[in-house]
Nanobody
Framework: QVQLVESGGGLVQPGGSLRLSCAAAGRLFFRIHDAGWYRQAPGKQRELVAIISAGGRTNYTDSVKGRFTISRENAKNTVYLQMNSLKPEDTAVYYC?????????WGPGTQVTVSS
């Protein structure tokens, strides 16, 4: 059984920062899996935000490039998303995914609200 738990969400003013964490627990060899952050705003489809491969390569959706940074700490089975210069349009539930080939695991999500 594998569980992912996200943390670090909350309410922040425009221009502020948050760091999300996603900790994996259970029977998972974390270091050989890719990981990603997705988000879903009300009334919209879930979208990819950022991905980090098992080897550390990263990729970002255009709207967050230069503002968000994804990283991982294999010793702690954790993936992070540092979010800077937050905008109201970043408001969404953020989900963590850990995956390899067709096997994937999702966290329950954490709410991020950017508002003054």
């Amino acid at each position: 059984q594998v569980q992912l738990v996200e943390s670090g969400g909350g309410l922040v003013q425009p221009g502020g920062s948050l760091r999300l964490s996603c900790a994996a627990a259970g029977r998972l060899f974390f270091r050989i899996h890719d990981a990603g952050w997705y988000r879903q705003a009300p009334g919209k489809q879930r979208e990819l935000v950022a991905i980090i491969s098992a080897g550390g390569r990263t990729n970002y959706t255009d709207s967050v490039k230069g503002r968000f940074t994804i990283s991982r700490e294999n010793a702690k089975n954790t993936v992070y998303l540092q979010m800077n210069s937050l905008k109201p349009e970043d408001t969404a539930v953020y989900y963590c995914k850990v995956f390899r080939s067709v096997i994937e695991f999702w966290g329950p999500g954490t709410q991020v609200t950017v508002s003054s």
